[in-house]
């Protein structure tokens, strides 16, 4: 079979050399993929994918990134790219539709909503007195990017002075604002649940570094060994599906209650934290991926 890592960076990043390297493994051939390096030929009703001169002839590519949003029509050829490499007749993991659907934060609570599974409340506005108003209801609040990852742009509101500041400069890139309520985190941590293929493979804490709020490892957070529930594997195999994700990390904070809640979803997950308790997500991927290919 022949694979392709696709990523936008200049160099391979760890998680794709695991990858390529767990394909060479198992008697696959693989390639590097930038979307920045595909071009696609359309004439009449036919379509032809290039990297570089050479045809792109991948049965199956595992997106690990397309690109970053600098712009929105950058964001939606990169993503597209994706979606013409399943119309030639390639497999895409994760798939075109599941890519879109995680990345885009704004519909995470309503499809979470249709399958009862719990999130904070949520609220999306262009409005800034609408959104001073919200921060003050709450107390507490988060801000954060629609499209975003490894917790950059997440921020904590909890005086209305600095968040007019913040809003109102967030409204002048351009930028949507998604408030949610600030889950008061038991030990200052919240879950990561590596599901993969419809089962999570890892579950692990994500402890926040002291006085701080993120627990995302790219942001100092610490990884620990979770105890895997029925309910927790419940909630992130149903997030999983919701969104159509063959992988994917999914983030879930238990408040102080004992309640749990999704905070987010990520449809390329970083799983350093899975390594850090011994597993291989890399070898577990590609052992699902080209089972179910076969199948």
Same mark, same amino acid.
């Given at each position: 079979?022949?694979?392709?890592?696709?990523?936008?960076?200049?160099?391979?990043?760890? /998680?794709?050399?695991?990858?390529?390297?767990?394909?060479?493994?198992?008697? +696959?051939?693989?390639?590097?993929?930038?979307?920045?390096?595909?071009?696609?030929?359309?004439?009449?009703? /036919?379509?032809?994918?290039?990297?570089?001169?050479?045809?792109?002839?991948?049965?199956?590519?595992?997106?690990?990134?397309?690109?970053?949003?600098?712009?929105?029509?950058?964001?939606?050829?990169?993503?597209?790219?994706?979606?013409?490499?399943?119309?030639?007749?390639?497999? +895409?993991?994760?798939?075109? /539709?599941?890519?879109?659907?995680?990345?885009?934060?704004?519909?995470?609570? /309503?499809?979470?909503?249709?399958? *009862?599974?719990?999130?904070?409340?949520?609220?999306?506005?262009?409005?800034?007195?609408? +959104?001073?108003?919200?921060?003050?209801?709450?107390?507490?609040?988060?801000?954060?990017?629609?499209?975003?990852?490894? *917790?950059?742009?997440?921020?904590?509101l909890d005086n209305e002075d600095v968040a007019y500041s913040i809003l109102k400069q967030l409204l002048a890139w351009g930028q949507p604002?998604?408030?949610?309520?600030?889950?008061?985190?038991?030990?200052?941590?919240?879950?990561?649940?590596?599901?993969?293929?419809?089962?999570?493979?890892?579950?692990?804490?994500?402890?926040?570094?002291?006085?701080? @709020?993120?627990?995302?490892?790219?942001?100092?957070?610490?990884?620990?060994?979770?105890?895997?529930?029925?309910?927790?594997?419940?909630?992130?195999?149903?997030?999983?599906?919701?969104?159509?994700? @063959?992988?994917?990390?999914i983030d879930i904070a238990e408040s102080s209650s004992g309640q749990l809640f999704v905070l987010e979803a990520n449809a390329s997950p970083?799983?350093?934290?899975?390594?850090?308790?011994?597993?291989?997500?890399?070898?577990?991927?590609?052992?699902?991926?080209?089972?179910?290919?076969?199948?």
């Amino acid at each position: 079979m022949k694979i392709a890592v696709m990523h936008p960076s200049a160099t391979p990043p760890p /998680s794709c050399r695991e990858i390529m390297y767990e394909a060479k493994r198992l008697g +696959a051939r693989s390639i590097y993929l930038r979307p920045q390096d595909v071009t696609a030929l359309f004439s009449g009703r /036919s379509l032809e994918l290039y990297r570089g001169a050479k045809r792109l002839d991948s049965e199956l590519v595992f997106v690990r990134g397309t690109s970053s949003p600098s712009s929105i029509e950058q964001f939606a050829w990169m993503t597209n790219i994706v979606k013409l490499i399943e119309e030639g007749g390639g497999r +895409a993991i994760n798939s075109y /539709s599941s890519i879109v659907l995680a990345r885009d934060k704004s519909m995470l609570p /309503s499809i979470l909503g249709k399958r *009862g599974v719990s999130f904070p409340r949520t609220y999306v506005t262009n409005n800034l007195q609408a +959104a001073l108003t919200i921060v003050g209801q709450l107390g507490k609040a988060v801000v954060k990017p629609i499209i975003g990852s490894l *917790g950059r742009g997440v921020m904590l509101l909890d005086n209305e002075d600095v968040a007019y500041s913040i809003l109102k400069q967030l409204l002048a890139w351009g930028q949507p604002l998604l408030l949610q309520e600030y889950i008061d985190k038991k030990d200052n941590r919240d879950i990561r649940a590596l599901v993969i293929n419809g089962e999570v493979f890892a579950a692990y804490y994500r402890k926040a570094r002291p006085g701080h @709020f993120k627990t995302n490892l790219a942001q100092g957070g610490t990884p620990e060994k979770a105890e895997l529930t029925d309910e927790i594997e419940e909630i992130a195999v149903s997030t999983a599906e919701a969104l159509g994700l @063959f992988y994917g990390g999914i983030d879930i904070a238990e408040s102080s209650s004992g309640q749990l809640f999704v905070l987010e979803a990520n449809a390329s997950p970083n799983w350093k934290g899975a390594e850090a308790m011994g597993l291989n997500p890399a070898r577990k991927l590609v052992e699902e991926a080209l089972k179910t290919g076969k199948a």
